[in-house]
T-cell receptor
Framework: DADVTQTPRNRITKTGKRIMLECSQTKGHDRMYWYRQDPGLGLRLIYYSFDVKDINKGEISDGYSVSRQAQAKFSLSLESAIPNQTALYFC??????????????FGPGTRLTVL | TQLLEQSPQFLSIQEGENLTVYCNSSSVFSSLQWYRQEPGEGPVLLVTVVTGGEVKKLKRLTFQFGDARKDSSLHITAAQPGDTGLYLCAGAGETSGSRLTFGEGTQLTVNP
């Protein structure tokens, strides 16, 4: 079974609709992240959470909100979707960084298309 | 804001050739990671380098961290079609904890 799961895997929606992307993990990590990936732009951090009651904005948080319902669950919402939010969205988790650095574990991604 | 620039963005080579991908920044990183991503999947960690000048080898892949910890390279010897994928470098800033800054990625295609 996958350690980090995302639902849905694909979603097509219309401008103005509210969308929620869900992420669940069984790794027991406290830290969770939401990224979006666009061609030629790599992965950009939207929001991150280091604990259940901790929410932090990343570099591109405008137009997005998150909810950390439990250690294992981190949801990303688009309150009113717009076409330039069409992208591949990834959830990731990590433990505390070690001397070997902060390894992040990624889900399989959600492909979102906003028409 | 820390930025990581990867080059080249696209690379298409024949099986058996060697290649190098570069990851450069004007910022210092406490560690630098390389991830590989295949279609329909999330990135998977290949290696982390933490010491300036460090070289790590993973079979035919050689990773190097620059002496000043601002840049890194990934060298693949005798590339194989199974090496095809998107390679991403990611840096952890000295005060960013477990947050990572990702480069734009290098899409590698190895043709048989």
């Amino acid at each position: 079974d996958a350690d980090v799961t995302q639902t849905p895997r694909n979603r097509i929606t219309k401008t103005g609709k509210r969308i929620m992307l869900e992420c669940s993990q069984t790794k027991g990590h406290d830290r969770m992240y939401w990224y979006r990936q666009d061609p030629g732009l790599g992965l950009r951090l939207i929001y991150y959470s280091f604990d259940v009651k901790d929410i932090n904005k990343g570099e591109i948080s405008d137009g997005y909100s998150v909810s950390r319902q439990a250690q294992a669950k981190f949801s990303l919402s688009l309150e009113s979707a717009i076409p330039n939010q069409t992208a591949l969205y990834f959830c990731a988790t990590s433990d505390l960084p070690t001397a070997e650095g902060p390894e992040q574990f990624f889900g399989p991604g959600t492909r979102l298309t906003v028409l | 804001t820390q930025l990581l620039e990867q080059s080249p963005q696209f690379l298409s080579i024949q099986e058996g050739e060697n290649l190098t991908v570069y990851c450069n920044s004007s910022s210092v990183f406490s560690s630098l990671q390389w991830y590989r991503q295949e279609p329909g999947e999330g990135p998977v960690l290949l290696v982390t380098v933490v010491t300036g000048g460090e070289v790590k080898k993973l079979k035919r892949l050689t990773f190097q961290f620059g002496d000043a910890r601002k840049d890194s390279s990934l060298h693949i010897t005798a590339a194989q079609p199974g090496d095809t994928g998107l390679y991403l470098c990611a840096g952890a800033g000295e005060t960013s904890g477990s947050r990572l800054t990702f480069g734009e990625g290098t899409q590698l295609t190895v043709n048989p």
